[in-house]
T-cell receptor, first 115, second 111 residues
Framework: ETGVTQTPRHLVMGMTNKKSLKCEQH?????MYWYKQSAKKPLELMFV???????ENNSVPSRFSPECPNSSHLFLHLHTLQPEDSALYLC??????????????FGPGTRLTVT | GQNIDQPTEMTATEGAIVQINCTYQ??????LFWYQQHAGEAPTFLSY????GLEEKGRFSSFLSRSKGYSYLLLKELQMKDSASYLC????????????FGAGTRLFVKA
């Protein structure tokens, strides 16, 4: 238990569906992250929020839409996904983003399958 | 840009010592992390090095040489539960501070 929770743990969706992934951290951190992890590939940073402000978008397709209503919650809204978007989506948090010298605490991930 | 290389897989025997290497290229180096990730689970933080030298933490130690762009994770007295992927991650300043992850080294510990 890292103090970061994600729901749902597993999600199967069709290409025309709309769904949302939820992440919550109970650590009092100010930075939150979305990562995509595909088999045998490095963790790919998707979005970063620091003090609720989006500070990074790593050229992520617009079918992925993040939302950070407060420092404890992070959402990833999904619509019209492609089969290649099937992956493990990990949420993480850290004390803040200022110098990237803080370790990140990861949630258990959402295993997404797009059919 | 930033780049990280680490071996894809390693196998070692229970009770032995194993060294997992990581080489990296980055601008504005701001530290190197090692994470452990068991299959189907989230990565968990193991160590952070920002200065040259060896940091020891129980059975795990991490070494850094900034001039060589090189780090290693040393695992002693291997246990079966150490079978996992070990991720090297580097924090650098490439138009803003960013931490990028290597693809990970899958370690198999055999009896």
């Amino acid at each position: 238990e890292t103090g970061v929770t994600q729901t749902p743990r597993h999600l199967v969706m069709g290409m025309t569906n709309k769904k949302s992934l939820k992440c919550e951290q109970h650590l009092g951190h100010n930075a939150m992250y979305w990562y995509k992890q595909s088999a045998k590939k490095p963790l790919e940073l998707m979005f970063v929020y620091n003090f609720k402000e989006q500070t990074e978008n790593n050229s992520v397709p617009s079918r992925f839409s993040p939302e950070c209503p407060n420092s404890s919650h992070l959402f990833l809204h999904l619509h019209t996904l492609q089969p290649e978007d099937s992956a493990l989506y990990l949420c993480a948090s850290s004390q803040d983003r200022a110098a990237s010298s803080y370790e990140q605490y990861f949630g258990p991930g959402t295993r997404l399958t797009v059919t | 840009g930033q780049n990280i290389d680490q071996p894809t897989e390693m196998t070692a025997t229970e009770g032995a010592i194993v060294q997992i290497n990581c080489t990296y290229q980055t601008s504005g180096f701001n530290g190197l992390f090692w994470y452990q990730q068991h299959a189907g689970e989230a990565p968990t933080f193991l160590s952070y090095n920002v200065l040259d030298g060896l940091e020891e933490k129980g059975r795990f130690s991490s070494f850094l040489s900034r001039s060589k762009g090189y780090s290693y994770l040393l695992l002693k007295e291997l246990q079966m539960k150490d079978s996992a992927s070990y991720l090297c991650a580097v924090s650098g300043n490439t138009g803003g501070f960013k931490t990028i992850f290597g693809a990970g080294t899958r370690l198999f510990v055999k009896a």
